[in-house]
């Protein structure tokens, strides 16, 4: 049954999308992001540059920026870091979705950026192949449930399907919610509509 085919689990940490612009402002005129990793979805990668981000209330240093360079900036963290960071109206959504969302201050080696919005707490999600959506029975931007076994077994409600001949299946959680199901990456869980 298609319904019980496994897709592994990947944990996102906190993280950056960045501009052309602004990785010019932060580290200096035409410089590119250099690869440290290959992430799960083919093109994506953890870069090796960190940058700091900074609100009234404290800074997060060393925050790794993931490449390629995006349309828009974008900042992703946990509810548990958005509340350390004292931004209470962290909004969860949907990966590029950042309007109305609060700013903060990037700030790497050659400069700084203040975002007047741009940082969300990212929808639990699974990015699959249309050929994979077909035998899920789903398709782009369901929303569904998937069951998490394992010593901490639960129910994860809302997860958002995304399509796309350039995905491959992986489920993205972030740590807040990895830290509650006990994942690791690399586990697995079941789609259950």
Do not use: W
Not at 10 to 34: C, M, N, P, Q, W
Not at 43 to 63: H, M, R, Y
Not at 162 to 173: G, I, K, T, Y
Request: net charge neutral.
């Amino acid at each position: 049954m298609a319904e019980k085919k496994a897709i592994t689990v990947g944990i996102s940490a906190r993280h950056v999308h960045v501009t052309r612009e602004t990785l010019d402002v932060l580290f200096g005129k035409g410089y590119e992001l250099t690869v440290k990793k290959e992430l799960s979805q083919p093109g994506q990668f953890a870069s090796n540059e960190l940058i700091d981000l900074v609100t009234e209330k404290t800074t997060f240093p060393k925050v790794r920026i993931l490449g390629p360079i995006r349309k828009g900036d974008q900042v992703e963290v946990s509810l548990t870091d958005a509340m350390k960071l004292g931004l209470k109206t962290t909004p969860v959504r949907d990966s590029g979705n950042v309007a109305g969302s609060p700013g903060i201050t990037l700030v790497g080696p050659k400069g700084k950026v203040e975002l007047k919005e741009g940082v969300i707490a990212a929808q639990r999600h699974i990015h699959m192949t249309p050929v994979e959506a077909a035998e899920f029975g789903v398709k782009d931007k369901d929303i569904v449930q998937v069951r998490c076994g394992g010593q901490r077994g639960l129910i994860f409600d809302n997860v958002l399907i995304r399509v796309s001949e350039n995905f491959a299946l992986d489920m993205h959680v972030d740590t807040d919610e990895a830290n509650a199901a006990g994942f690791k990456n690399g586990d697995t869980v079941e789609l259950i509509k």
